[in-house]
């Protein structure tokens, strides 16, 4: 056994997701400088104030629960479920629940959109069953977009309806469908349902995996939540992390359906997981299909534009304050352009935000972000007509542990984003004093091939992820190596390498074919299809996971499911054929967005370039390294630690930024969780 290797590592735990602040009114001043909240100011373009359109009840949340089938459930259960679900609170501030049964509790966290006493959770209804009423029970989260067209259609079948939920149209879609009613909901969502006519739990998933489920199971049944923590929180559960979950950790690449603890397990995307006292059946009702693609390039724009458009609208259901995340990028500027004029319509105006930094002054231009954002964003809020406010990052903010901290809680497992994850966390915090609910456009290019790297024949061509380069696991460039400061035993024992193999290999696997295809037409399929389902989770789950620990809703109008089938099969050289990256999203995008936009090069999510940032990580991992009893000592390389603190005169400020943001991850992870270790 090596050295560094433990069986458990003693620290101090906590499984609360971050307070999330409270609402705060948002100032009337005009001034062009004025304060939004702890850490941000707020450059506004506008002073005119947006309205919404008063719609159904939706809402978003955390589930939390578990099932046994060898007992009644009784006092000592549903205390900790009622600790499970203590943990989503930041998903849901606004109201809580538990409905038990004899072998089930769901628990449920509430962030209201209206019609809060009618929509209130776990809902239940009674029904016959087996010569006896039964109870049909149901602890959801997310958005049914739908549910409208759906309400119509059960209430020709005779359902009556109680509240304005879509809460509701789920769980009558399920008395009326049964098991096919989850491939009638178009939406983000996750939930566990109850049938106490089977004695059957199901937990699902929507079909791009925009919203969180995790589950355990046990010897009597199962656990399930929003998060890990959900899980965690159990007293019965062990937090055994393997070898195996320590490379999930270390890889930027998700495994479908794996989590760094042994034990617990992700619902995949687009799939039902049905519980019952014989054991447990993942079902698949969704998945990325192969067809031949016929439609003429503006046909095929045509669709797409129509699609989104539709998406869009839908998406904008909301009757509380709403926004939508301006980059000034080609997707945040197309979501905004159909959001404005869908809002226009109304009478209304939407507002829009975009992250600065109070350090941009020193920007330096990157290969993947070669000059600021918020330009570009005023220069699309302008003419589209959004309320539109740059929200500006302190850098003080960004060092600050207490939102590292906090960041790091919302992840439940050591991400290693550093301010990719606490600038996203203030960004959030900031909107959400003003806004409930966000349109965003992750997805975009997943879809349409917005990454450098699908463009790259080196990438291309090579037999891994095309996104690789972002991971170096050898230690020859300690500038970009994640894992430079962890131990050489500790390192060859992950052997992450071969693990990046192994998942590609498995992901190359799955990918739907078509006969007749070019090679580079399969290629690019296969690039795809790997984006959409080990790339863009992660994307997915950290925009979710940074918006829910303040309470604020996210929708991905891209994420689509409709959308993302048309797209998945538009032929490469379609999406590219004018030779850039992107090409048809611009055509479609051509009458909406300026042109300075439609000919903008892809710009990354931005992050601080500021020199004290690094001296602050600098600072941090030295107060880390003379503390003896940080438990993340037992996984790194002392040395190289020593020389990441003090490096060498003249070395770039952000040499080694990564490898060092990594190790802070860890042992905040540590300290907060507990993980029992073992190899």
């Known amino acids: 056994m090596n050295a560094w290797r433990t069986s458990h590592i003693s620290t101090t735990s906590s499984t609360h997701c971050a307070t999330p602040p409270s609402a705060t009114r948002a100032s009337t001043s005009t001034r062009p400088w004025q304060s939004c909240r702890p850490g941000v100011v707020e450059r506004r373009a506008s002073s005119s104030r947006s309205s919404t359109r008063p719609t159904e009840g939706q809402v978003m949340c955390g589930v939390a629960g578990l099932v046994r089938f060898d007992r009644d459930l009784g006092a000592a259960d549903r205390a900790a479920v009622a600790a499970m679900t203590d943990t989503m609170i930041c998903r849901g501030p606004d109201a809580g629940d538990i409905w038990q049964g004899r072998h089930a509790l769901l628990g449920h966290r509430r962030l209201a959109i209206i019609d809060l006493p009618g929509g209130r959770q776990p809902m239940r209804r009674d029904v016959a069953g087996h010569g006896a009423a039964a109870t049909v029970a149901l602890s959801y989260s997310g958005e049914i977009y739908n549910f409208q067209e759906l309400r119509t259609e059960l209430t020709q079948q005779g359902h009556r309806f109680e509240t304005r939920s879509d809460t509701e149209v789920v769980l009558c879609a399920y008395l009326q469908w049964g098991d096919a009613f989850v491939e009638r909901l178009n939406g983000m969502f996750a939930f566990a349902l109850w049938d106490g006519r089977k004695e059957e739990l199901l937990l699902v998933r929507d079909r791009l995996g925009v919203k969180p489920l995790y589950w355990q199971p046990t010897p009597t049944g199962a656990l399930f939540g929003s998060e890990p923590k959900a899980v965690l929180a159990h007293p019965d559960v062990r937090r055994d992390v393997g070898i195996d979950g320590l490379r999930e950790i270390f890889s930027l690449t998700r495994t479908p359906g794996r989590t760094p603890y042994a034990h617990l397990y992700e619902v995949e995307p687009g799939t039902v997981v049905r519980i019952r006292d014989t054991g447990s059946r993942v079902h698949r009702y969704w998945s990325l299909t192969a067809q031949e693609h016929t439609d003429s390039l503006d046909a095929t724009a045509a669709t797409v534009r129509g699609l989104l458009e539709d998406a869009t609208r839908r998406q904008l259901v909301a009757d509380v304050p709403q926004c939508v995340l301006l980059s000034g990028g080609l997707d945040s500027s197309l979501i905004t352009a159909i959001a404005a004029r869908a809002m226009q319509a109304q009478g209304a105006r939407i507002p829009s935000f975009a992250v600065d930094f109070e350090s941009e002054a020193e920007f330096e231009a990157s290969e993947m972000r070669g000059e600021p954002d918020p330009p570009y964003a005023r220069l699309l809020a302008a003419q589209v007509g959004t309320d539109h406010a740059d929200l500006v990052l302190k850098d003080a903010e960004l060092m600050d542990p207490r939102i590292r901290g906090a960041a790091a809680a919302a992840r439940d497992v050591p991400a290693g984003w550093g301010d990719l994850d606490t600038s996203l966390y203030l960004l959030f915090r900031a909107i959400r004093g003003k806004s409930t609910v966000a349109l965003s456009g992750e997805g975009a290019d997943e879809f349409f091939g917005g990454y450098p790297w699908f463009h790259r024949p080196e990438a291309v061509n090579a037999a891994q992820f095309p996104w690789a380069g972002l991971e170096t696991f050898s230690l020859a460039d300690p500038a970009t190596s994640r894992l430079t400061l962890l131990s050489p035993e500790l390192r060859a024992d992950l052997d992450m390498e071969a693990h990046a193999k192994n998942a590609y290999q498995e992901a ?172």
């Open 508 to 679: 190359l696997a799955e990918v739907p074919r078509l006969p007749g295809e070019s090679r580079l037409e399969r290629r690019m399929r296969e690039i795809g299809h790997m984006h959409i389902t080990r790339w863009l989770p992660e994307m997915l789950d950290r925009k979710d996971r940074m918006s829910m620990a303040v309470g604020l809703e996210v929708r991905v109008p891209f994420c689509d499911h409709r959308l993302v089938q048309y797209a998945f099969n538009i032929p490469w050289s379609m999406k590219t054929f004018d030779g850039r990256e992107k090409s048809l999203l611009r055509l479609v995008a051509r009458d909406l967005v300026p042109d300075p936009i439609i000919q903008r090069k892809k710009a990354s999510y931005a992050v601080t370039q500021s020199p004290a940032y690094m001296s602050e990580l600098r600072r941090t991992l030295a107060d880390v390294v003379s503390d003896s009893t940080a438990p993340v000592h037992q996984l790194l390389d002392r040395d190289a630690v020593r020389r990441a603190v003090s490096p060498p005169e003249g070395e770039h400020v952000n040499t080694g930024r990564s490898a060092i943001e990594l190790v802070l991850s860890l042992d905040l992870w540590l300290r907060r969780t507990a993980p029992a270790i073992s190899l």
